[in-house]
């Protein structure tokens, strides 16, 4: 699939539409969920355009993969969501149809706040 330059968060990445930012770098931007799922949702969005997390591992370069690991764990660590500095969140990825992913960019949910529950409902 080809990355759709018109997709929600490619659009928040612009400016284009606002978003309730948490942290931003030269690799990542995080912002909460619209819908949040749990007490804390977070979203954190890969800088460049990469569709789902098989496209980013392709043809993100290193430097573009550890700073989107890290920033990550800079958002969590925001959040106060860590296991360090918090009671532990989950971090969630959806690729494609049976994934359940509805927005081509690839994005990684954080839940926490509160215990999460089941893996799989
Ligand atoms: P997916 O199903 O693709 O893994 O998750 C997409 C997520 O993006 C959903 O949880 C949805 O609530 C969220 N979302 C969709 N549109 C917007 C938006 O315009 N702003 C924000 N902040 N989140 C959005």
Do not use: W
Request: proline share 3%.
């Amino acid at each position: 699939m080809s990355y759709d330059d018109n997709n929600i968060f490619a659009k928040i990445l612009r400016g284009e539409i606002p978003c309730k930012k948490i942290y931003e770098d030269e690799y990542v931007l995080s912002f909460h969920d619209i819908n949040p799922q749990k007490k804390i949702h977070a979203l954190v969005i890969p800088k460049g355009k990469f569709t789902d997390l098989d496209d980013f591992a392709k043809k993100a370069t290193d430097k573009e993969i550890v700073g989107f690991i890290k920033g990550v764990n800079k958002v969590a660590v925001k959040l106060e969501i860590t296991m360090d500095n918090g009671e532990g969140y989950r971090a969630l990825v959806n690729i494609g149809e049976f994934g359940g992913q509805e927005v081509p960019h690839l994005h990684f949910h954080l839940f926490g706040g509160e215990k999460i529950g089941k893996m799989v409902q």
